[in-house]
């Protein structure tokens, strides 16, 4: 007879991850991530040639126009922010990137019990405001932030859709330092690998998705 494994327990001994007259253990969070990831990912489009020609733009939209998949969607990004941050290093304010983050960071922040402060372009947000200037793919843009939006000391995470060549979410952590604030990182739905804008970041990068892995031809 082999020998007994994990897998294939002994016959007069109950498999170590059931319990006798309870439902199998429910998958671990690890499998669930994986499982939604799959599942997100199938519902992406792309586009080529918009907004100019050489660009496949990644559409995220499907995400949010049906309700299981805007469910999933925060559900995802809720256990990958939980499978790396510690409970004392939970945020206590995501930033979000004007515009697509402002679809998904105040129902992530509510999960994590946080603020959502929102970073958009130059004149777009009444009162005193702080304010950066960035390269991004196509020329330069400004981003503000509101002056007492962060409190010194509070422990950030900026969210966004896309990180492509990184240039707003380096605004937005420069934004978020100039208040005080401390960057414990950046979480982004979806990233472009091969144009390597996590090199420009400087506190840890956290990517649900990958896509156009490797493809310089597509910028």
């Given at each position: 007879?082999?020998?007994?494994?994990?897998?294939?327990?002994?016959?007069?001994?109950?498999?170590?991850?059931?319990?006798?007259?309870?439902?199998?253990?429910?998958?671990?969070?690890?499998?669930?991530?994986?499982?939604?990831?799959?599942?997100?990912?199938?519902?992406?489009?792309?586009?080529?040639?918009?907004?100019?020609?050489?660009?496949?733009?990644?559409?995220?939209?499907?995400?949010?126009?049906?309700?299981?998949?805007?469910?999933?969607?925060?559900?995802?990004?809720?256990?990958?922010?939980?499978?790396?941050?510690?409970?004392?290093?939970?945020?206590?304010?995501?930033?979000?990137?004007?515009?697509?983050?402002?679809?998904?960071?105040?129902?992530?922040?509510?999960?994590?019990?946080?603020?959502?402060?929102?970073?958009?372009?130059?004149?777009?947000?009444?009162?005193?405001?702080?304010?950066?200037?960035?390269?991004?793919?196509?020329?330069?843009?400004l981003f503000q932030?509101?002056?007492?939006?962060?409190?010194?000391?509070?422990?950030?995470?900026?969210?966004?859709?896309?990180?492509?060549t990184g240039g707003?979410?380096?605004?937005?952590?420069?934004?978020?330092?100039?208040?005080?604030?401390?960057?414990?990182?950046?979480?982004?739905?979806?990233?472009?690998?091969?144009?390597?804008?996590?090199?420009?970041?400087?506190?840890?990068?956290?990517?649900?998705?990958?896509?156009?892995?490797?493809s310089p031809s597509?910028?």
């Amino acid at each position: 007879m082999p020998d007994s494994t994990s897998s294939h327990p002994p016959g007069d001994r109950p498999d170590a991850t059931e319990t006798p007259g309870l439902p199998a253990r429910i998958p671990s969070s690890s499998a669930e991530l994986a499982s939604l990831k799959i599942r997100l990912h199938k519902s992406l489009r792309q586009f080529p040639d918009f907004p100019q020609p050489g660009i496949l733009f990644e559409d995220i939209l499907p995400l949010f126009s049906d309700l299981t998949l805007h469910e999933a969607l925060i559900r995802a990004l809720d256990l990958h922010i939980r499978d790396h941050f510690s409970q004392g290093h939970r945020p206590d304010v995501l930033v979000g990137l004007e515009a697509r983050a402002f679809l998904f960071g105040p129902s992530l922040a509510l999960r994590f019990g946080s603020g959502f402060v929102p970073v958009r372009k130059h004149g777009k947000l009444p009162g005193p405001t702080e304010t950066v200037s960035y390269e991004k793919e196509y020329g330069e843009d400004l981003f503000q932030i509101q002056a007492d939006a962060i409190k010194p000391g509070q422990q950030v995470l900026v969210v966004d859709d896309i990180i492509a060549t990184g240039g707003s979410a380096a605004a937005a952590g420069t934004l978020v330092r100039k208040l005080g604030g401390i960057l414990l990182g950046y979480v982004f739905i979806l990233e472009l690998d091969f144009l390597k804008g996590r090199d420009k970041l400087d506190a840890p990068v956290y990517t649900l998705l990958s896509s156009q892995e490797d493809s310089p031809s597509k910028s």
